[in-house]
């Protein structure tokens, strides 16, 4: 699906999404990745959802945001809750929901100035 926005300067965004790909700013990614406004992290983690750790949720609590938006693949997948408690101790937001809704979501929070990052996981 091809995603329409006004482009927000100098701000990464989602412009479309598809069956294990996501194109931020029109390029496309196929593996795990963190998605700031300002920078990318590719290869976040080499897990899959089943084997994500708690150091991949000390990474996400590290950045400089309000909310992280966890994108699972196609389907909503809840991580353990023992995984949470980097971003709880760093009062963080966490939304989980299927990659295509942590796009959209993603795209909207920006719009509005709020510091938001989408991790997300393809496997």
């Avoid at 069956?19 to 998605?35: F, K, M, Q």
């Avoid at 300002?38 to 290869?43: C, F, N, Q, S, V």
């Avoid at 949720?57 to 699972?72: K, R």
Wanted: charged share 20%.
């Amino acid at each position: 699906m091809k995603m329409q926005l006004a482009q927000t300067a100098g701000q990464n965004t989602f412009t479309a999404y598809g069956e294990g790909y996501v194109s931020v700013n029109a390029v496309r990614h196929s593996c795990n990745l963190v998605v700031l406004p300002d920078r990318l992290i590719p290869d976040w983690t080499k897990a899959g959802f089943e084997t994500l750790s708690v150091g991949d949720f000390e990474l996400l609590a590290s950045l400089d945001t309000e909310i992280v938006l966890l994108g699972t693949g196609n389907l909503i997948r809840f991580p353990r809750p023992e995984l949470l408690r980097p971003l709880i101790q760093a009062q963080k937001g966490l939304e989980v929901m299927d990659i295509q809704a942590a796009c959209r979501t993603y795209n909207v929070l920006i719009g509005e100035g709020r510091k938001v990052a989408a991790g997300l996981i393809f496997s």
